[in-house]
């Protein structure tokens, strides 16, 4: 964005989210989402009368892209709010040019925590509003055997220990830890499959990103499992990846997730109806595009408060910030740049679309260091009901 000083000028924004490569179809729902957001400011007016201009380029799946971009972004573009990044190896490729070039990034996808960067703000899920949760669903319901299998790379790696701690927990056991490239296909999965066939484990944890994801449930379908007595649960695996799925290969699987596109209040229904209206009937909508769609109306207030897009003035402003998301009303918590969210969980139907089973009713504070672990604390934000 430039400087307010310039009347009239547009605020000019970067924004980095892949349209090819493996994670092309999540992160094309984060490109859209946040379009639709800044859609939606510039057709009421702008930030202070000035409309935001999006600068967008495709990083294409690979995190020295995104680093060479977000070089450009605020060299070249002179931009200082760079909405995107979805795997956690571009994020960490990116931030530390937005911290030496003294930008902010908004970054609206889970993650592994475990991180702060008073130049990042972190609006997806942290474990302690999406992994405590499954893992808590998934004891109840399924039992604490556990195979962990998982896309090559850091998330992956961090969200298996965060759940093998879980698991301990519950007096389980992980009887295997697999990874996989992260454009593998269906023998690549062939070690996972067959320890599943030999440890029949409760529980397949999937932290497989992208394209692989569908490959890994059409095998999983082809080696004879059963959902019912063996889901897969992911925290990775939304509408996107099953969007490419057949709804036989889908049905029986589990996700957690602060949202899914069939929640039915006013506020979602109203999201989604844009998106789809911008994106097409037939697009996904995921939890990381509300993500992308909240944090871009929650930079703009910010912005229109401080009056100046200087990243420290937009951080300050942002600091216990809240929005009426489609999820419900979510907050940035002042302590860590992170947000409050609202964990569900879903299981996938017969015609391949999330059903919620699982709704606890709370805003969870985040807790990205996993200070408390306890499955039996969240954090909690009181018991405040979602919102209509």
Not at 335 to 363: C, K, S
Request: proline share 6%.
């Amino acid at each position: 964005m430039t400087d307010a000083a310039e009347a009239g000028a547009a605020w000019k924004v970067g924004v980095l989210f892949s349209q090819t490569g493996v994670t092309s179809a999540i992160e094309s729902s984060q490109l859209n989402a946040t379009l639709l957001a800044i859609d939606e400011i510039n057709a009421g007016g702008g930030v202070l009368g000035r409309p935001v201009e999006p600068v967008v380029y495709d990083p294409a799946s690979n995190p020295k892209q995104f680093r060479v971009l977000a070089e450009r972004l605020l060299q070249v573009d002179r931009v200082r709010l760079i909405f995107g990044c979805y795997m956690s190896s571009t994020r960490k490729a990116v931030l530390p040019v937005v911290e030496a070039g003294r930008g902010l990034l908004f970054y609206p996808t889970l993650y592994e925590g475990f991180e702060y960067s008073p130049h990042c703000i972190y609006t997806g899920a942290a474990p302690n509003q999406n992994s405590l949760q499954l893992a808590k669903f998934l004891f109840e319901h399924y039992g604490n055997r556990f195979l962990l299998v998982g896309s090559n790379y850091v998330y992956p790696y961090e969200s298996n220990r965060i759940m093998t701690d879980f698991v301990t927990q519950s007096r389980g056991t992980v009887v295997d830890e697999i990874y996989v490239p992260l454009n593998a296909g269906e023998d690549d999965f062939a070690k996972a499959l067959k320890q599943a066939d030999k440890a029949r484990p409760d529980v397949i944890f999937s932290t497989v990103v992208g394209q692989s994801t569908a490959v890994f449930y059409e095998a999983y379908r082809k080696a004879g499992f059963d959902p019912a007595t063996m889901p897969i649960a992911s925290l990775t695996t939304s509408e996107a990846e099953v969007a490419s799925m057949s709804a036989e290969v889908a049905e029986g699987h589990i996700t957690a997730a602060p949202f899914f596109e069939v929640i039915a209040t006013p506020a979602a229904k109203r999201f989604v109806a844009a998106f789809k209206r911008r994106a097409g009937s037939d697009a996904p909508v995921t939890a990381g595009a509300e993500s992308a769609y909240f944090q871009v109306h929650l930079a703009a207030a910010a912005l229109a408060r401080a009056g100046t897009d200087e990243p420290e003035q937009i951080r300050q402003e942002l600091r216990d910030a809240e929005f009426d998301a489609p999820q419900g009303r979510v907050r940035i918590d002042r302590e860590n740049n992170h947000t409050y969210l609202w964990p569900r969980i879903a299981r996938l139907d017969a015609r391949g679309r999330f059903q919620i089973v699982w709704n606890p009713g709370v805003r969870v504070k985040p807790d990205p260091y996993c200070v408390s672990q306890s499955l039996d604390d969240w954090s909690a934000d009181g018991l405040q009901q979602i919102r209509a």
